[in-house]
């Protein structure tokens, strides 16, 4: 079993739709969940970090974890062309050591005018 | 803030040549991290570095891969006698110590020929 599963899409929604992109997990270790996205042909870009389960909002993202699910969302409301990307979770363990990142596979988003 | 820049930004070589990626990270980021990413994939961990010290270092890291960050500022990543396989981006990320935080370079897209 692989430890960080995410349907690779591609997704195509149309401008405004709410867009729901999700990781599950098979550590249970990892303590802390982030969400980069990243453009073609550019290094990905740390849009949120958490740390809990429950949900953080920032702008028109909204982060959800459930750590006794091992399932991680990210949620885009009144989505724009410029969030087309391919979305990557990434996970980190809590304990002394654990530093480097495991990425997602990540998903593939187009967001049509 | 300048961000992590990397240098070059692509590279094409032959089969057999040693080529080298150079990192320059945030400037107050005291860990130091290397990545690579396949098309169609997640970055996977290479290895990292808090200040000068190599702490860990993925199986991915073969007898021909080299990192180095010698005064604990900047990083080299070289590759010996390069494979085709070795064809990918090579990410690099800093962050401060304690946080999951990283903070992505645009990469180095390697091409073996």
């Known amino acids: 079993q692989k430890e960080v599963e995410q349907d690779p899409g591609p997704l195509s929604v149309p401008e405004g739709a709410i867009v729901s992109l999700n990781c599950t997990y098979s550590?249970?270790?990892?303590?802390?969940f982030m969400w980069y996205r990243q453009y073609s042909r550019k290094g990905p870009e740390l849009l949120m970090y958490?740390?809990?389960?429950g949900n953080k909002e920032d702008g028109r993202f909204t982060a959800q974890v459930d750590k006794s699910s091992k399932y991680i969302s990210l949620f885009i409301r009144d989505s724009q062309p410029s969030d087309s990307a391919t979305y990557l979770c990434a996970f980190r363990g809590g304990f002394q050591g654990a530093q480097k990142l495991v990425f997602g596979q990540g998903t593939r988003l187009t967001i049509n005018p | 803030d300048t961000g992590v820049s990397q240098d070059p930004r692509h590279k094409i070589t032959k089969r057999g040549q040693n080529v080298t990626f150079r990192c320059d990270p945030i400037?107050?980021?005291?860990?130091l991290y290397w990545y690579r990413q396949t098309l169609g994939q997640g970055p996977e961990f290479l290895t990292y570095?808090?200040?000068?010290?190599?702490?860990?270092k993925s199986r991915l890291l073969s007898d021909r891969f080299s990192a180095e960050r010698p005064k604990g500022s900047f990083s080299t990543l070289e590759i010996q006698r390069t494979e085709q396989g070795d064809s990918a981006m090579y990410l690099c990320a800093s962050s401060r110590i304690n946080t999951g935080e990283l903070f992505f370079g645009e990469g180095s897209r390697l091409t073996v020929l």
């Open positions: 550590n249970s270790a990892f303590q802390y």
């Open positions: 400037s107050e980021h005291n860990r």
């Open positions: 570095f808090q200040n000068e010290a190599q702490l860990e």
């Open positions: 958490t740390y809990s389960s």
